[in-house]
């Protein structure tokens, strides 16, 4: 799908800089600054006023993306005027005669319902007016109008209905695209839901199990590990961003292997191995954890004696390099790639490919799981995080910022 909106954008390019031009060329003469002939800095030009015009417009159709992408589409139309409306009201009018937001209004009654393009002579008693016609241009998402594109000139022009109507074709993908990211947004929100769910019962009632022995026996113990048991629920129910700091993800982590270490003691080894320019990297808020939850189901299962598991957090230029390793039971490699597919429920519901799925929504499937496992072996799973992306941010205060090693 965003291949072939790419696809509509790349097409409908040759038209944008063809109106652009020709509006440029009628406005007035420029220097080309040595870009070439006429055409190619007209290709420039609206290259590079689209890419100024996009990113507002990725946040969907509200008065203020409106607002600020309007001077850009005008530059592309090369109009007196250019405005853009919802079903129900003019978000923005740049330029002059805006006094015409009225009858604008009045005729959005035939694009909003039919979806097509009209033109037509506006009428005016303002004498010292430039604008005397307008076209409306739908603004259309899954074949349903969100708005109009509105463009007006001093006279009628067969060029600007067709410049105007690819223009807001062109708005228009980018109104799908917000659609896509919401869309998207919501799913990675559902996912993490999910995994909330996951988070095993066992887990709970065993942690409160360890905690209840140690009240009589132990007073100060006790407080110490429902302090470790509230931290880490507090952060695995938190509602505010989709995305985390490395260095808290792996400060509830600390909480979960408190937790968990009070129940097997020295059964249970770990080992952390973090460099600490890596604790800003942002990633996807309930990562790494499920991993580790992973690791301690399989490192102890079916042992009687000692598991050690080791985290790693590297520096690998442009990316952070993350490893979970653990020396328990293993698995087979084909039943894990079938859990990774979706096709079969993991035991325990740990959530390796809830984690997989997300990394590679958020980064792209170059950055899913890497996990070395069979029977007997143990397990090593391996994520890439680039330390820089696009969208990937978090907001959350550091909690930590040196490396730590502990066992």
């Not at 985290?311 to 952070?320: N, S, Y």
């Not at 143990?378 to 959350?396: F, N």
Request: glycine share 8%; hydrophobic share 45%; aromatic share 6%.
């Amino acid at each position: 799908m965003s291949g072939f909106l790419a696809g509509v954008c790349i097409a409908i390019l040759p038209f944008l800089a063809a109106g652009f031009w020709l509006g440029r060329r009628t406005a007035r003469p420029e220097s080309l600054g040595g870009l070439g002939t006429p055409v190619e800095h007209a290709t420039f030009e609206t290259l590079h006023t689209a890419s100024l015009a996009a990113p507002p417009l990725r946040a969907g159709l509200t008065e203020e993306t409106a607002r600020r992408s309007a001077r850009r589409l005008r530059t592309l139309l090369g109009t007196d005027a250019l405005g853009l409306t919802d079903e129900t009201r003019v978000l923005v009018w740049d330029g002059v005669g805006s006094h015409h937001r009225t009858e604008i209004m009045e005729r959005l009654a035939g694009p909003l319902e039919s979806g097509r393009g009209e033109a037509f002579r506006l009428t005016c008693e303002h004498a010292d007016c430039p604008v005397r016609w307008a076209v409306l241009a739908p603004l259309t998402v899954d074949d349903r109008v969100h708005g109009v594109l509105v463009a007006c000139a001093p006279r009628e022009s067969a060029v600007l209905v067709r410049a105007a109507g690819e223009v807001a074709r062109w708005v228009s993908v980018q109104l799908e695209l917000a659609d896509l990211d919401q869309s998207r947004t919501k799913l990675i929100e559902a996912e993490i839901k999910a995994l909330r769910a996951q988070i095993s019962p066992h887990f709970v009632f065993n942690s409160l199990a360890v905690i209840a022995s140690f009240v009589r026996t132990d007073p100060e113990r006790a407080r110490e590990l429902l302090l470790e048991f509230a931290d880490f629920t507090r952060y695995s129910f938190r509602r505010h961003g989709d995305f985390t700091t490395l260095a808290d993800e792996l400060h509830a982590i600390d909480h979960y292997l408190a937790l968990v270490r009070a129940r097997f003691g020295d059964r249970l080894a770990v080992t952390l191995q973090i460099a600490p320019e890596v604790l800003p990297v942002a990633l996807p808020f309930l990562c790494l954890q499920p991993l580790v939850e992973n690791a301690v189901k399989h490192g102890l299962e079916g042992k009687a004696d000692r598991c050690h598991i080791q985290i790693t957090a590297q520096d690998a230029g442009a990316e952070a390099l993350v490893v979970i390793e653990d020396d328990g039971a293993g698995m087979d490699p084909v039943a894990l790639r079938r859990i990774l597919a979706g096709e079969v429920s993991p035991s325990g519901g740990i959530g390796l490919s809830n984690v997989d799925d997300r990394l590679r929504q958020v980064y792209g499937d170059d950055y899913g799981l890497v996990i070395e496992t069979a029977p007997g072996a143990g397990m090593k799973i391996t994520a890439r995080l680039p330390k820089y992306q696009p969208g990937v941010h978090s907001a959350a205060r550091l909690t930590g910022g040196q490396g730590r090693s502990a066992s």
